[in-house]
């Protein structure tokens, strides 16, 4: 199972220099380890980048993500809220090749948070579901993130 986690990247970061805050680091590393420990491969751009310290540029970061939405089972898709600076642009270019690309997502949106309409339309392109998601990179988010992963895990086993 490949699992495409597409978050937001500079958001997260501190505001002097291009480095993930620890606290958001913290977040993901959690996260990738559920997912090793569910036999799931990943690709986590922040991590790939070791939280910023190796940033990739545009043409390296661009190929590669694009090559591992094509190459994944399903996304898990984090658009960014006004904690990560508002929604992300990367990710948005990342579920615009989902969808072309016929990719299941599973997008987590919060209730009280104004989304792009078309963001919002994506179900009727490709195999979307909303997941209703109050918080942001905590506990919650990440029992969200592994009930959706065990239940995509559930449905390949079948």
């Not at 490949?2 to 606290?23: A, M, N």
């Not at 043409?59 to 508002?86: H, Q, R, Y």
């Not at 905590?138 to 009930?147: E, F, Q």
Request: hydrophobic share 35%; proline share 3%.
């Amino acid at each position: 199972m490949k699992v495409f986690i597409s978050c937001p990247f500079t958001g997260l970061c501190k505001e002097e220099e291009y480095v993930i805050k620890d606290e958001y680091r913290n977040f993901f590393d959690r996260l990738t380890s559920e997912l090793e420990k569910l036999k799931c491969d990943y690709y986590l751009a922040i991590k790939r980048e070791n939280w910023g310290i190796d940033h990739k540029g545009p043409e390296e970061c661009t190929k590669s993500d694009f090559d591992a939405v094509k190459d994944s089972d399903f996304l898990i898709v984090i658009p960014g809220n006004s904690i990560s600076k508002g929604i992300s642009g990367g990710v948005h270019i990342e579920l615009g090749w989902a969808s072309a690309l016929n990719k299941k997502m599973h997008i987590l949106i919060e209730e009280d948070f104004q989304y792009s309409p078309v963001l919002l339309g994506l179900n009727t392109l490709s195999s979307t579901n909303y997941c209703y998601c109050n918080s942001f990179l905590d506990d919650n988010m990440l029992n969200n993130i592994l009930d959706i992963v065990k239940k995509e895990i559930e449905l390949k086993e079948v």
